[in-house]
């Protein structure tokens, strides 16, 4: 069973910036895709980015285009998101989670989840 544990998150102002990680157990998470949600309260979790298990193609939702990028070191079973300009809409809970599928938007196609990291971005 693969194992995910994020971190990074914290309170950050408007603007900054950060970096969140998600470091799996197994080597078998290599052959999973990687995926970012996140949920903020009340709301329904929320695609932000996923990236194949080569790390060759890597997909974003359309809000976070240009602010946030996901990539993935193999060697330490660890996938990033990196978070930039952030905005207080983005305030949530950053959720990881593996997909042995290649379908990365749909939350219900991953087999296994993080705890999660809160992010809070203020104003």
């Known amino acids: 069973q693969v194992q995910l544990v994020e971190s990074g998150g914290g309170l950050v102002q408007a603007g900054d910036s950060l970096r969140l990680s998600c470091a799996a157990s197994?080597?078998?998470?290599?052959?999973?895709?990687i995926g970012w949600f996140r949920q903020a309260p009340g709301k329904e979790r929320e695609f932000v980015a996923a990236i194949t298990w080569s790390g060759g193609r890597t997909y974003s939702a359309d809000s976070m285009k240009g602010r946030f990028t996901i990539s993935r070191d193999r060697d330490e079973n660890t996938v990033y998101l990196q978070m930039n300009s952030l905005k207080p809409e983005d305030t949530g809970v950053y959720y990881c989670a593996a997909s042995p599928l290649a379908s990365y938007y749909d939350p219900s196609r991953y087999a296994y989840w993080g705890q999660g990291t809160q992010v809070t971005v203020s104003s």
């Open positions: 197994e080597r078998t998470f290599r052959s999973y895709a």
